[in-house]
Every structure is written in structure tokens, then in C-alpha cells.
């Protein structure tokens, strides 16, 4: 089968590992799983981090990218993939597994013609209200987003959130879903459009990157790392609740522990979500007439275009890759 996948990892020049080509057809290793045809993926960063060597050891190369999907199950249903990978007993929780991973790390990736995942994984979407490709957004990005907002930051409607970086999927699906629930949203950015394009999402306003703010607020999300850390904490106000999903720009920054302790500040780590939480998600979205902004769509053989676009920070919203129609049956 055809597939997007890492050759070797390479920390100084990742795009220069990354192929497209023949990789082995999926082999479900239990009864419990089953081969799903894709039909559309995400690119998350997660996928340039794989490039780069971070969290996947030498021996795991090469590795299929991609860590959620949509596609077609063997009983030709549309079916959303949820790349959170768990055993069956943290089904309803799966990020709470020590042994937890993701399609991509411990499992070949969803950048491919057809990938192998637990049924569990599978969960049916509202196929008139989200294209495909919308729907390969809702996984990773938003499902983080409504678990770092709704399940760890304790906001209340009212209460004042900053989203630090706006311009990616993360922070446009953090800025709608806190407007829509009556947050008062604020949004950083280096980029004058950026900060445009917070405020056309739903922010209330939007700053530079580090300035002073006007007044102390109740959480922030954090996804920059280590440009941003500071910023982040200095931002809160006394008890205040940083919640943390990545670090785009360095995940080393200093620790600031002083503040942290004066302060009595929250500092909270959030990964992706539940089936459950998924299902809420899709729910809200529709309730509220949310849409994930899917900025680029290539076909998979033009990956590094993706790639590229998303490494230079020249895309807002989500890139999502597809294969033509008309693919062949799920291999046996």
C-alpha cells in the first residue's frame, strides 16, 4: 500500500525524511481490532516532532505518520479514527493508561491507504453537518482543546482565558469553543493577521507575543512552550491554572518555580480525550454551528507541501491530506 512515512529521524533537517511510497499492509494484532480505509488525515505536530526524532526512538524507524483519520470501516461505514491507543480495561479513559500511546508511536499511522486500529477506536459523526475533512480535525486538535478548557482549566462562563499563539488549529479550536461557551478570550501572536484572525474567531482581543496584559486572567493554554512560558505565567492571576498540551518552540523553558509557589499557581497537563469527551465535542460543535477551518487539503503524494507550510508557520487552520476515490477493498 502507498503511504506518508518517517525514513529516519532527522533533528536538523526533517522534511529530508520524509517519504512517500510502498509501506507493509496493516496487520491487526487481535480480534479487537479491525483495517480501516482512509479516506482523510490531519497533520498534526506531532507528525513534524516524529520527523525530528522526539519520542520515537532509532529502532522504530520507519514509521507510518499521521495520528488520527476518517475512513471506511469493513462494513463500508464513515467512521472517525481516534489515534489514542490504550488497553481495552482504560477504554472509557484512555490518556489515564501508563501504557497509552498513538498511532504513529507505537502503532503504524493513519498516512496511509489503510491502517490497523482497536474498534474502540471507531466512532461514528454527523456526516451532514462535517465533511471528511472536518472531521480528521476533530481527534487530536479539538478534542485536546475541549478537554484542556472544559476538563482541567475549571473555567467558568465569565471567567477571562488566554491562548497563547494564535494562527494554528489548536488555538482557532481553543478560541471558538471558549467564545462559545462565554469565556472572555484573549489570544497572542506575533502576527498582526493572526491577531485579526483571533478576534474573527470569537477573542475579545489579541496582543503581541509577551506584552503586558491589562489586567491578570483566570487560566491560560499553553501549547508554545518555551517562547511563551513566562509570559504564560506572569499572565495569571494569584491561583490561576496554566494548562499545558505541547511545546512548539521548545518544551525546556525555565521552570519559574518561585512564582509558581509564591503565586499558588496551577500547572496542568492535558493529552487528547475520551470517547466520551469526543462524543460531547461533536455534540457542542453542532449545538453551537462549530467548524474546524481546514486551510489546505493535498492529496497525500504532496505531503511535504503540507509539511513545509506547516513548519514555517505560513498556514491558520488545519492541513488535511486525502487519497482519490475509488480505492481498492480492505486487504484480508
Known amino acids: 500500500?502507498?503511504?506518508?512515512?518517517?525514513?529516519?529521524?532527522?533533528?536538523?533537517?526533517?522534511l529530508s525524511a520524509?517519504?512517500?511510497?510502498?509501506?507493509?499492509?496493516?496487520?491487526?494484532?487481535s480480534p479487537d481490532w479491525t483495517v480501516i480505509r482512509v479516506q482523510a488525515a490531519a497533520l498534526n505536530h506531532h507528525d513534524l516532532w516524529t520527523l525530528r526524532g522526539d519520542g520515537l526512538p532509532a529502532h522504530r524507524f520507519p514509521m507510518i505518520l499521521g495520528c488520527d483519520a476518517v475512513g471506511t470501516d469493513e462494513d463500508g461505514r464513515q467512521v472517525i479514527v481516534h489515534g489514542?491507543?490504550?488497553?481495552?480495561?482504560?477504554?472509557?479513559?484512555?490518556?489515564?493508561d501508563p501504557g497509552h500511546t498513538v498511532l504513529s508511536e507505537g502503532y503504524p499511522g493513519t498516512f496511509?491507504?489503510?491502517?490497523?486500529?482497536?474498534?474502540?477506536?471507531?466512532?461514528?459523526?454527523?456526516?451532514?453537518?462535517?465533511?471528511a475533512a472536518e472531521a480528521a480535525c476533530l481527534p487530536a486538535t479539538w478534542l485536546t482543546a475541549y478537554r484542556m478548557l472544559f476538563t482541567k482549566s475549571g473555567l467558568r462562563p465569565g471567567d477571562t482565558?488566554?491562548?497563547?499563539?494564535?494562527?494554528?488549529?489548536?488555538?482557532?479550536?481553543?478560541?471558538?469553543?471558549?467564545?462559545?461557551?462565554?469565556f472572555r478570550v484573549w489570544a497572542t501572536s506575533r502576527s498582526p493577521a493572526e491577531r485579526e484572525a483571533a478576534r474573527a474567531l470569537g477573542a475579545e482581543t489579541a496582543f503581541p507575543t509577551g506584552a503586558p496584559l491589562p489586567a491578570?486572567?483566570?487560566?491560560?493554554?499553553?501549547?508554545?512552550?518555551?517562547?511563551?512560558?513566562?509570559?504564560?505565567?506572569?499572565?495569571?492571576?494569584?491561583?490561576?491554572?496554566?494548562?499545558?498540551?505541547?511545546?512548539?518552540?521548545?518544551?525546556?523553558p525555565p521552570?519559574?518555580?518561585?512564582?509558581?509557589?509564591?503565586?499558588?499557581?496551577?500547572?496542568?497537563?492535558?493529552?487528547?480525550?475520551?470517547p466520551g469527551e469526543l462524543d460531547q465535542l461533536i455534540t457542542f460543535m453542532r449545538h453551537k454551528?462549530?467548524?474546524?477551518?481546514?486551510?489546505?487539503?493535498?492529496?497525500?503524494?504532496?505531503?511535504?507541501?503540507g509539511f513545509r507550510s506547516m513548519e514555517r508557520g505560513e498556514v491558520t487552520g488545519k492541513v488535511v491530506f486525502h487519497w482519490p476515490n475509488g480505492q481498492d477493498d480492505l486487504p484480508h
Not at 482565558?161 to 462565554?182: F, H, R, Y
Not at 493554554?221 to 499545558?244: D, N, Q, Y
Not at 521552570?255 to 475520551?274: D, F, K, M, P, Y
Not at 462549530?290 to 487539503?297: D, I, M
Open 216 to 252: 491578570p486572567v483566570d487560566a491560560v493554554m499553553e501549547s508554545v512552550g518555551r517562547a511563551t512560558w513566562s509570559h504564560s505565567l506572569r499572565a495569571l492571576r494569584p491561583g490561576g491554572t496554566v494548562v499545558v498540551t505541547g511545546a512548539t518552540t521548545g518544551a525546556d
Open 255 to 274: 521552570a519559574l518555580l518561585n512564582r509558581i509557589s509564591w503565586q499558588e499557581l496551577r500547572v496542568l497537563g492535558s493529552t487528547s480525550g475520551s
Open 1 to 14: 500500500m502507498q503511504a506518508v512515512y518517517a525514513a529516519h529521524p532527522s533533528s536538523s533537517d526533517p
Open 112 to 131: 496511509a491507504e489503510f491502517v490497523a486500529v482497536p474498534r474502540r477506536c471507531l466512532h461514528a459523526y454527523p456526516q451532514e453537518y462535517f465533511t
Open 161 to 182: 482565558v488566554l491562548v497563547q499563539g494564535a494562527g494554528g488549529g489548536m488555538s482557532e479550536a481553543l478560541i471558538q469553543l471558549a467564545s462559545a461557551t462565554g
Open 18 to 29: 520524509l517519504r512517500h511510497g510502498p509501506q507493509p499492509p496493516p496487520r491487526p494484532p
Open 289 to 305: 454551528r462549530l467548524k474546524p477551518t481546514v486551510s489546505l487539503q493535498l492529496p497525500f503524494d504532496r505531503a511535504i507541501e
Open 84 to 96: 489514542l491507543v490504550s488497553d481495552a480495561a482504560w477504554a472509557h479513559d484512555p490518556v489515564r
